[in-house]
């Protein structure tokens, strides 16, 4: 793979050079001439204020062509087009012959738009792609981004070469224009696995097909001429079609999933070749005059390296998606009033402003529009502490950063993610968190900014103050957003010192009055319960999925010759082993049928379960129950299937009975087995009585009474009853 990504550089290199020689070799005229009189006349300058300033005229004959006569360089008796020269001499109507050098530096728009531009953009292509190539090799994705960057930045480096009727050039400009996105949608095919989104059109590789069609027209224009008029119609069409494709591919993709990266993708590599497309190739392949010429409509492709470097820093650099989502929305505002104005003063002052002067006051009332935005919202900010908010700024970021610091166990920990915090959104480690005793001037979560230095309080009591102290100054959406977290922090503090108080007064009510507590266990059982179900869904949606995807990945392995198959198929089957295995973890943490189809139904699946995988009779007797409490549900499912696991376990027996109740306001479970039953005194000393204990804990949360009853070789019989709002009953 390194030999071929060598091979592309130094390619990319090699063409780059080529064309940009070229075209600083000899600058570009386009000076249209019409030899159907016998002589060669001026019509037309492609660029008419450079011809003005030579004194080029409509209709002036051109004698020669960097000193050769220009019949002698031109095909009398056709439209010609003189592309390039260094030096021309003219024969004005009068009979003055007049001599003309030509330079880049005459023609600013030549110089920029054929060897300014380019170079920066070959440059700067060849910068991205080396970065990106050195941090992840081994992606494909990344090595065919790489290939899109280079194809479109030979694309428009050959412009002047092109421009200039060279033949290489040509061909590398109408190779690159389709090439680059063929390897587009080959990446979108790519990315779409990658994304695991189903590629519902061709394969991309029969794409690679269509530069080979490209350069057979080539060489038909050596034998007729006609096809000089076909090939670029061609080539024009390939690459609409493309960016039409690409964009239908990525419209569906996003409609299906609502990804935000396929969104980037798209606003960041197909919106600067629409102006392109709609500007020039359109109106060029329906034989209409184009809007805007090649050359100027392709000036949008230069934002496509810097679109890779925002891919790339969008989550890195804290404020950078800020800043472009203000200036955005700013831009939006501004062009639409400089719009409105510009109109206004058109149509009342139609015959006094000429275009050029309307482009200038467009352009002044959008600047002065944009900074007087700019403007609001300073004072916004120091009169009513309001700042700009869109998606990746300040408020979002503290609103992360609250939901984060929320998990904090103690206050230690709490200031530690404090400190996490600062860290990572300011950029800075010169901070320090202090605790004093002594009075501050400050009122909680108040900044005090002076002397280069940033002064916070955190919080205050009568016996203690945490202040945050900053070494320099921050910017104000900075402080706004510090000021803001300070203040949460401090409410934070405030909660956690009451937590601990009641933690103490719940233990000292323990210890001096020996009294269970039942409203605590019930409490923190649904605590349990619940943080078990988001580790349940939590692993359904990582491990297992992912554990799922290599078991695809390897039956499209097992089929592969030049692989051993049985080997690839038993790593497949201990994997869907372990998937199998995790499911039923996952449905044992949070049942999820209880949701969906009610305790009585997800009841009648469980017993279905235990016929299969158990070696004893089970008879069974489920009534429906109902409970205001909806958590009672989960703990009479719970309570099944955890007498169920005792029995299969550890059991021994060929009967088990199960019945289930219903009682006003509650439900009375009975389990009887004639297993080998136990010792009630040595089960709850071993390690088998965890399933026991479990059961025992969840009666006595929900106020309830248990009783188990049993000897050895006598099997085993429990007595569960639970009432709502019932008195407290223990065993």
């Known amino acids: 793979m390194s030999k071929l990504t060598y091979s592309i550089f130094i390619t990319y290199l090699l063409l780059g050079i080529y064309v940009l020689v070229i075209a600083i070799q000899t600058p570009f005229i386009g000076i249209a001439i019409d030899t159907t009189s016998g002589q060669p006349v001026i019509v037309k300058s492609y660029y008419p204020d450079w011809a003005q300033q030579q004194n080029i005229e409509k209709g002036d004959i051109l004698v020669t062509i960097d000193l050769q006569l220009a019949e002698e360089k031109i095909m009398m008796g056709k439209p010609h087009t003189l592309r390039s020269a260094h030096e021309l001499t003219i024969l004005k109507a009068d009979g003055f012959v007049h001599s003309i050098p030509v330079k880049h530096t005459d023609m600013p728009e030549e110089l920029f738009i054929h060897i300014v531009f380019p170079l920066l953009y070959f440059a700067l292509s060849f910068g991205v792609a080396i970065y990106l190539w050195k941090r992840n090799r081994e992606n494909q994705l990344t090595n065919l981004l790489i290939l899109f960057l280079l194809t479109c930045s030979l694309a428009y480096t050959s412009i002047g070469a092109s421009g200039r009727e060279d033949l290489l050039g040509k061909m590398v400009m109408g190779h690159c224009i389709v090439l680059c996105f063929v390897v587009f949608i080959h990446f979108l095919q790519h990315y779409y696995y990658f994304l695991h989104i189903k590629w519902p059109f061709f394969h991309a590789k029969w794409l690679y097909l269509l530069p080979i069609l490209i350069t057979c027209c080539y060489f038909l224009e050596m034998y007729d001429s006609r096809f000089k008029m076909i090939t670029p119609i061609v080539i024009l069409g390939l690459f609409g079609i493309l960016v039409l494709s690409a964009i239908c591919i990525l419209i569906t993709g996003y409609l299906r999933t609502h990804s935000a990266k396929i969104r980037l993708i798209a606003i960041a590599l197909i919106v600067p070749f629409l102006p392109f497309l709609f500007l020039f190739v359109i109106p060029e392949i329906f034989r209409y005059t184009p809007i805007l010429q090649a050359e100027f409509s392709a000036l949008f492709l230069l934002f496509i390296p810097f679109s890779f470097v925002f ?16 200036l955005r929305y700013y831009c939006a505002l501004a ?76 206050q230690q920990d709490l200031l530690a993610r404090f400190t996490y915090e600062i860290t990572e959104k300011l950029g800075t480690t010169d901070f320090t968190i202090e605790t004093i005793t002594e009075d501050v001037s400050l009122a909680r979560g108040e900044v005090n900014a002076r002397d280069q230095k940033t002064q916070l309080l955190i919080y205050d009591s009568a016996d203690e103050k945490i202040v945050l102290l900053i070494s320099h100054t921050l910017q104000k959406e900075e402080l706004l957003w510090l000021e803001l977290l ?76 030049s692989i051993k198959g049985e080997k690839v198929r038993a790593i497949r089957e201990q994997l869907l082993n372990a998937a199998k295995d995790l499911r039923e973890y996952c449905e044992n943490l949070s049942p999820p049928l209880l949701d969906t189809l009610g305790l009585h139904i997800a009841l009648k699946k469980l017993i279905q379960k235990v016929n299969i995988r158990a070696n004893f009779l089970l008879n069974t007797q489920i009534e429906r129950v109902h409970f205001q409490d909806l958590s009672l549900h989960l703990v009479v499912y719970l309570l099944v299937q955890e007498l169920f696991n005792n029995a299969i376990k550890h059991a021994e027996a060929t009967e088990v009975s199960l019945r289930l109740l219903a009682l006003d306001r509650g439900f009375v479970l009975q389990y009887d087995d004639n297993g080998i039953g136990c010792n009630i005194e040595a089960l709850m000393q071993s390690s088998a009585s965890m399933g026991i204990n479990g059961i025992r804990e969840r009666v006595r949360a929900f106020n309830g009474d248990m009783t188990i009853t049993s000897k050895e070789n006598e099997g085993m019989h429990i007595y569960i009853k639970i009432q709502e709002e019932g008195e407290n009953i223990h065993d």
């Open 335 to 410: 062009f639409f009033s400089a719009f409105v104005i510009t109109l206004g003063l058109s149509i009342f002052l139609v015959n006094h402003l000429s275009i050029t002067l309307l482009t200038a006051i467009f352009v002044l009332v959008f600047l002065v529009n944009i900074a007087s935005f700019y403007l609001k919202e300073q004072l916004d900010f120091k009169h009513r502490k309001v700042i700009f908010s869109s998606n990746g700024d300040y408020v979002h970021s503290l609103y992360a950063a609250v939901n984060r610091m929320g998990n904090a166990k103690n």
């Open 311 to 326: 891919i790339q820093v969008n989550e890195r650099l804290f404020d950078i998606e800020y800043q472009l989502s203000r």
């Open 486 to 561: 300070a203040l949460y922090v401090s409410m934070l503090i405030d909660s956690l010192k009451l937590i601990e108080d009641l933690v103490l007064e719940i233990q000292h009510m323990k210890v001096t009055n020996n009294t269970p507590l039942p409203w605590l266990d019930k409490l923190l059982w649904n605590i349990i319960e619940k943080e078990k179900g988001i580790l349940a869904q939590e692993l359904h949606d990582t491990i297992l999925q992912e554990q799922l995807h290599l078991a695809r990945e390897l039956d499209v392995l097992a089929g592969s010759p």
